[in-house]
């Protein structure tokens, strides 16, 4: 399931970061990469506000579609 639909506060392990190359290498240099964990902490207005690898990291609806957990 796309992580724009995790439910807020359960923790869920990234299994494929999808999308063109570079927005795939942007993803996985933020830390998203498969078998990390990775946790929805709010949202606004549809974009994510997420923690991986001990960082909160913001990021767009768009962006959340394409990590897969």
């Given at each position: 399931?796309?992580?724009?639909?995790?439910?807020?506060?359960?923790?869920?392990?990234?299994?494929?970061?999808?999308?063109?190359?570079?927005?795939?290498?942007?993803?996985e240099c933020m830390g998203f990469t498969p078998g990390e964990w990775v946790s929805v902490?709010?949202?606004?207005?549809?974009?994510?506000?997420?923690?991986?690898?001990?960082?909160?990291?913001?990021?767009?609806?768009?962006?959340?579609?394409?990590?897969?957990?």
């Open positions: 399931m796309p992580l724009v639909f995790a439910d807020i506060g359960k923790s869920y392990m990234i299994k494929r970061v999808g999308g063109q190359q570079e927005a795939k290498r942007r993803l902490i709010n949202t606004v207005d549809g974009n994510l506000i997420v923690k991986v690898k001990e960082c909160r990291v913001a990021i767009s609806k768009e962006m959340a579609q394409r990590i897969i957990v």
